[in-house]
């Protein structure tokens, strides 16, 4: 029997859709600078730069000291821990340098994987425990939304029921606490790109997925207003032989959603995947010009794809800062013009941009 006791009053309401809202505004996206420290290493490996504290916040100071002209692009930046206590040469801590810019500061909650015994390696994602306390604390300290990713896999017998199901819980779960400390979820279930699945698969499976993570809102008495979902695009496996355009994955994709996300949640960001920086803006482009209902905002909140090019231009030298923010900039602009649409190939992307940017098993 369901009962009906509040779960937010109409102010914690009205502060949660206005967050979720302004960072998607006017074609803003989200910079996805949450890389954890690991993660941070292999980035930083392929550029042959040491894996420090140091380094790490040198290449964030000159992300996020770039031109305050990038408030027209980027409505949010997620943050791990470590950076939202960092701070720039001079001593300004970075979120406050992200929040004069007007950028909405968010931060990482998920903790990393945890095996599901009797699956085919299939996970559970950590970091419920105490989360209420983490979130209380980060709002104190600036943060506005979070982010939590959970990962599923196309596999033999994969994605189970059992992790579809696990881990729309504990998503929602996430949600629902967010929500209760003032900071807007950022949902996403990511269903991985490795393997040799067509880009049906791919859909079948990201329905199904989606479908048990809005059933799971809904139980856990998400406020769907405020939140913003994070999902994949639906592409083929990176192994399979057959290659889509653009426009096919734009209508594989706004199908599934158009299937499964509720017309209430106000914004769409998606990740980039893999997707070389130029294949993310074009798909990006693409679902925003396909020709179904979309009543959410389609907007981007990319790692791989907004960094990979500022990351090889700056190689851990200061001296490259000029070149390592035109790079940066130059991405998001492009991906602001594809959340509207209006995003037209120049024909002179350099190198880094149209370079695979997988990595197998994107698992943290
Ligand atoms: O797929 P992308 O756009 O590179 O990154 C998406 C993302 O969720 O995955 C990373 C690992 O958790 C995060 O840093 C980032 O926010």
Redesign the pocket.
Known sequence: MAHRFPALTSEQKKELSEIAQRIVANGKGIL?????VG?MGNRLQRIKVENTEENRRQFREILFTVDNSINQSIGGV?LFHETLYQKDSQGKLFRNILKEKGIVVGI?LDQGGAPLAGTNKETTIQGLDGLSERCAQYKKDGADFG?W?AVLRIDNQCPSNLAIQENANALARYASICQQNGLVPIV?P?VLPDGDHDMEHCQYVTEKVLAAVYKALNDHHVYLEGTLL?PNMVTAGHACTKKYMPEQVAMATVTALHRTVPAAVPGICF????MSEED?TLNLNAINLCPLPKPWKLSF??????QASALAAWGGKAANKKATQEAFMKRALANCQAAKGQYVHSGSSGAASTQS?FTAC?S?
């Not at 990740?271 to 893999?274: P, R, T, V």
């Not at 909140?301 to 907004?306: C, E, H, I, K, N």
């Open positions: 996805a600078a949450d890389e954890s993660t997620i990482k982010k990713r996403e990511e994070k990740l980039s995947g893999g993310a909140s990319y790692g791989r794809a907004l940017l994107y943290y």
